[in-house]
Nanobody, 125 residues
Framework: QVQLVESGGGLVQAGGSLRLSCAAS????????MGWFRQAPGKEREFVAA????????AYADSVKGRFTISRADAKNRVYLQMDTLKPEDTAVYYC??????????????????WGQGTQVTVSS
């Protein structure tokens, strides 16, 4: 069992930046594929970014490509999401997820076994 805890959310003006952090409770998470998802009010949870277990491969939703960067620091059991040039439509609860069975990129939420509680990101116009 792996516990994930997100942090770094908050209120920011459009055009600003935030860095989300996801801390895993176990070093075994360094071998897992990881991802970030988000859910806005009244909408379904959607894929944001994913990173392979090695960190060598990444994937992004088209809506965030070029603005968001996912990375991992396995020595710290952490995965990050650097969010730049934020837009009001980025407002959502952001969730970190881990898939212990995959080493490659995972973009399907149904594949992930472990989820954090989420952190709120609000972008004002």
């Amino acid at each position: 069992q792996v516990q994930l805890v997100e942090s770094g959310g908050g209120l920011v003006q459009a055009g600003g930046s935030l860095r989300l952090s996801c801390a895993a409770s176990s070093r075994t998470a360094s071998r897992y594929a990881m991802g970030w998802f988000r859910q806005a009010p009244g909408k379904e949870r959607e894929f944001v970014a994913a990173i392979s277990w090695s960190g060598g491969s990444t994937a992004y939703a088209d809506s965030v490509k070029g603005r968001f960067t996912i990375s991992r620091a396995d020595a710290k059991n952490r995965v990050y999401l650097q969010m730049d040039t934020l837009k009001p439509e980025d407002t959502a609860v952001y969730y970190c997820a881990a898939d212990p069975l995959s080493h490659a990129l995972v973009v399907d939420a149904l594949t992930y076994d472990y989820w954090g509680q989420g952190t709120q990101v609000t972008v004002s116009s």
